[in-house]
């Protein structure tokens, strides 16, 4: 087992993306018995606040397929089991970034699971469940696994632990008819939030159209016909939607399990019906039991690019930071979510 410093780790992933990521000879080799860890201690850019907690692991691998997809689940060693809910978002229609079903139906499969996912605070094609299911299927979920809108027969309240913002967490129904929850969320910008990973997938994600009004809005209102007159300050935002994703890490304890899918990253979320094209190159899967680490070692391996040709990490950083996005980690890692130190494991 090999560790580097966060300097080491950064010097070397910035060379490796600007060479189409050619690993070096210990980190080569694949198997259980020859993974290799790198250890990061965040406190650098995108973060501000220091970094507490003993390192947790967060696995990556460079194989964008469905195998590879697979093997970072299994390499977590979590076993998803009982009834098992896979979070994606399905994607706006016209949109075309989202995790594609070809690359999921595997994952899927494998925990015999069913996608799962909420309807749109905002207006447009996924906002009520008749377009949502058209959506659905035009995107070609239905061709691979049961696809549940876990808010289609209304909503329920997760008591939150920090209540500096939101007093409850409203999340779909159905959200109670599974035992383990599987948090796999496309890793690119959003316009409001700056980015979208784990975390997000997880509060915004996971919430009822009120809840994600909820959040929007810092708890101030849950009236989605209120959402652009109330909307949060940054901060207030980000706060709230680290409190309403510890909420389902809570509900679900140790039966939840983090994927992020660094793919098409472009500036622009998959609720976003024209998103820009991405300007730099995908880089892989990460995975990891806690999804504070691997939302930072997400936000590390963007800065880590050396801005290149065909691979520009500028406009996705300017998008994170003109939105404080990386505020949502910090605050996470506060309030005892997770920890922004992390070691990564590559297969």
Aim: proline share 3%; hydrophobic share 40%; aromatic share 6%.
């Amino acid at each position: 087992m090999k560790k580097m410093s966060k300097r080491e780790w950064l010097k070397w992933m910035a060379a490796s993306f600007a060479s189409s990521v050619v690993l070096p000879s210990f980190l080569s080799s694949c198997g259980k018995g020859n993974e290799q860890t790198l250890e990061s201690e965040s406190g650098e850019e995108p973060g501000d606040d220091e970094p507490t907690g003993q390192a947790s692991q967060v696995w990556m691998t460079t194989d964008l397929s469905a195998a590879g997809l697979l093997a970072v689940y299994r390499a977590v060693g979590r076993q998803a089991t009982g009834r098992v809910a896979v979070k994606i978002s399905t994607g706006e229609p016209g949109g075309h970034h989202f995790l594609q079903p070809s690359l999921i139906a595997d994952l899927v499969h494998e925990v015999n699971g069913n996608i799962v996912e909420c309807n749109t605070a905002y207006q447009g094609g996924r906002s009520d469940s008749a377009s949502h299911w058209q959506a659905i299927r035009d995107h070609g979920f239905l061709d691979i696994a049961n696809v549940d809108l876990m808010d289609e027969e209304g909503e329920m309240r997760l008591p939150v632990q920090d209540t500096t913002h939101i007093q409850y967490n409203l999340v779909g129904t159905h959200l109670a008819n599974y035992d383990f929850l599987i948090n796999l969320a496309h890793f690119k910008g959003h316009a409001i939030a700056g980015f979208g990973g784990v975390l997000k997938n997880q509060s915004i994600g996971i919430a009822s159209r009120r809840g994600k009004t909820n959040i929007h809005s810092a708890g101030r209102t849950q009236d989605v016909s209120r959402l652009w007159n109330t909307l949060a300050s940054q901060i207030d935002f980000t706060e709230s939607m680290a409190a309403a994703a510890q909420s389902v890490a809570d509900y679900f304890g140790n039966n939840i399990l983090y994927i992020n899918v660094m793919n098409n990253l472009s500036v622009d979320c998959d609720c976003d019906s024209s998103p820009a094209a991405p300007e730099m190159r995908d880089i892989g899967i990460l995975a990891s039991t806690d999804p504070v680490a691997l939302d930072q070692a997400c936000l590390d391996l963007v800065y880590a690019v050396t801005p290149a040709d065909g691979n520009d990490n500028r406009p996705l950083i300017e998008r994170i930071e003109s939105r404080n996005g990386a505020h949502v980690v910090e605050y996470a890692e506060r309030i005892g979510l997770g920890n922004r130190n992390y070691e990564i494991v590559r297969l």
